[in-house]
Antibody
Framework: EVQLVESGGGLVQPGGSLRLSCAAS????????MSWVRQAPGKGLEWVSA????????YYADSVKGRFTISRDNSKNTLYLQMNSLRAEDTAVYYC??????????????WGQGTLVTVSS | QSVLTQPPSASGTPGQRVTISCSGS????????VYWYQQLPGTAPKLLIY???QRPSGVPDRFSGSKSGTSASLAISGLRSEDEADYYC????????????FGGGTKLTVL
């Protein structure tokens, strides 16, 4: 059974940092692209970042470029999102999502339960 | 403002057919596949349609997708109360250096 379990969310002050993790199981992790998608309270979905199966290709939305870093450890079946210089507008539920293919597309067939990040003083 | 434009709301009565549109441009829908997601309240999104018109296993054939030029549509036939949810389209965008984009979402109400 495919499982994606996010962790690392919480309350952080503006300008602070957090690292999200997504532990994957039930599939060959390195064979699939992964992404982080966020949803601000009461708002729509925003595709934040994506990474290929090997980790060699990464993509960032303009809203987070230069502040967030996506990475993966295929030996640990874990996806990460390092978030620096956090702003109030980064407040959202962050989902990790598995793609159906090795390069990022938008074919997210499995999603985690989400982890809430709140940026506030 | 989302790169992909969806109507904020749609509605229908049980048994009806409803369609939800998604309008983009040549750099996204015009040159890439379109995907559709359903999000029930308090849950993670679920993939409904991939590659414009393909249904993952387990998705009822009441759901169908189509694409023409720079627009796409999701059709739901035989509307049921459990279809009340938010629906999002998504596509890769060649003009962006980042990942793809989602539409703003459409809240479907079953009257």
């Amino acid at each position: 059974e495919v499982q994606l379990v996010e962790s690392g969310g919480g309350l952080v002050q503006p300008g602070g940092s957090l690292r999200l993790s997504c532990a994957a199981s039930g599939f060959t992790f390195s064979s699939y692209a992964m992404s982080w998608v966020r949803q601000a309270p009461g708002k729509g979905l925003e595709w934040v970042s994506a990474i290929s199966g090997s980790g060699g290709s990464t993509y960032y939305a303009d809203s987070v470029k230069g502040r967030f870093t996506i990475s993966r450890d295929n030996s640990k079946n874990t996806l990460y999102l390092q978030m620096n210089s956090l702003r109030a507008e980064d407040t959202a539920v962050y989902y990790c999502a598995k793609d159906l293919v090795v390069v990022p597309a938008a074919t997210f067939d499995y999603w985690g339960q989400g982890t809430l990040v709140t940026v506030s003083s | 403002q989302s790169v992909l434009t969806q109507p904020p709301s749609a509605s229908g009565t049980p048994g009806q057919r409803v369609t939800i549109s998604c309008s983009g441009s040549s750099s996204n829908i015009g040159s890439n596949y379109v995907y559709w997601y359903q999000q029930l309240p308090g849950t993670a999104p679920k993939l409904l349609i991939y590659r414009n018109n393909q249904r993952p296993s387990g998705v009822p054939d009441r759901f169908s997708g189509s694409k023409s030029g720079t627009s796409a549509s999701l059709a739901i036939s035989g509307l049921r109360s459990e279809d009340e949810a938010d629906y999002y389209c998504a596509a890769w965008d060649d003009s962006l250096s980042g990942p793809g984009v989602f539409g703003g979402g459409t809240k479907l109400t079953v009257l």
